[in-house]
């Protein structure tokens, strides 16, 4: 329902044009919770920015809910943002006015009669579980509630998309967490399409159903969240995929040990979906004869399955070393054996 | 107590000056508000990475801002003489000063209007463009409102100097409280009624000082 055709922006600066967004084609479906990860300047929010208008693309074709935002008149562009919510990284909300008045603002700007607005602004209100809050200005609320009353003001219109712009980033991670579910429960509810732009995984790990990895512009990998956790094939996915499957330390612990053991080996095993669930170290203890060493493991929820990380370390002969990592590998899991870094 | 302290002041004339100086003061006050709220939205809107930006238009309307910005007000007086007399119809009085006092103070507020909008958050504007609002409400319910604090100060800036331009077109003719203190205090050797015409005039300052910084505390929700 919405499509990106070869998209392009190119920004001219004083020091020569710079390509924001190169040649991006993406197709979202109705209903999902779409993400695009990248670093900062890799160009995401140029993308975002196109989903409604406010940036136009060089050259390409942008296609919302049938209608070609490259192509229609202004006042059209303007109807059709009615039908588009968008939340900010800093949530953007008038201080000269307060919560209740902050959530009307765009059901003003849509001409919806006064009585109407009350009863609408009151059920966006409940939404967001902002109750007891409707006075209150936005300098005495706190970054979550601010994005609360972004979300209720993005979504007073009965949007049939909602684009997210770094939501999360300047939020601490417990109120990320419950902004997150916030959303998650507005998706599944209101069978709303989100697409969200975020420089963490952990965002996209919790609440998306298929993700776009963009680095200068483009975008280098894409796919559901799932197999994009599996099988990164970008370094830069893979960086992104070990924000959330390790710990930043892990690589120094395992350095050390391979200088401590030399004679052991140590493996990684990546487990996805059924296979997380499996007893496969269990199986892999009886059968062996090589000693093995938890180091260090961990399990991460994704929308459509479990995805984990363990580290073992295995001590024995070289055959029965050998013997474990066959075994290992027979198993539905991926196995690394890691050498010094 | 106050005969003995001002044993030259008449208070019928006294009150009567402190009006003219009232009258200047308030009616140009008002028609800079609007030419400077005009202004100075133009100049915001028209300039560069805004809703409208012109390059054109925005440097002339800076140009010409800048110019009656920086005549000296006396000069200004002066030089307006054949245009005071076109449209007020006679160069004496207080409503000859008026255009004089508006013309030499709306650009100086439409700076200040300037740079109170673009004080203005830019994802604000974003935000309501998002939500499909036009240009004119965006106007209307963001770029005022948000700036309000910023114009209402500006205007209290505004309107202490204007006290002071008063003064002195009072000197050369328009009446006030500047024409009290020299007229009849100065020239006359009546050192009392200068001094009472200061007076006057720095109450009258406070007060327009007191009265803006307490709008701005009560709209400031910030």
Redo the contacts between chains.
Sequence with gaps: MITVQNVTKIFQTKTGPVTAVDNVSLEIQEGEIFGVIGYSGAGKSTLIRMF?G?EKPTTGRINVFGKDLTKIKESE??????E?G?I?Q?F???????VRENIS??L???KVPKEERKKRVDELIRLVGLEGKEEN???QLSGGQKQRVGIA?ALA?NPKLL?CDEATSALDPETTDSILDLLMEINQKLGLTIIMITHEMHVIRKICHRVAVMEDGKIVESGPVLEVFKSPKQPITKRFVRQVTEKEDTQEAINQLLEKYPSGKIVRLSFIGEAAEQPIISKLIKQSQATINIIQGNISQTRLGAYGNLYLHIKGKEEEICEAIRFLKGEQVEVEVIEHA | MLNWLFPNVVWERAWEKTNETLYMTGVSLIFIFLIGLGLGLLLFLTSKGNLWENRLINTLIASVVNIFRSIPFVILIVLLLPFTKLIIGKIIGEEAALPALIIGTAPFYARMVEIGLREIDKGVIEAAKAMGAKTSTIIWKVLLPESMPAIISGLTVTAIALVGYTAIAGVIGAGGLGDYAYLDGFSRNKNDVTFFATISILMIVFIIQALGDYIVKKIDKR
């Design positions: 409604n406010l562009l303007r109807k059709t943002r009615q588009i968008m900010f800093h953007n909300l008038l201080w000269s006015r307060n603002f765009p003003e700007v849509a200005y936005p300098s003001r219109n684009l």
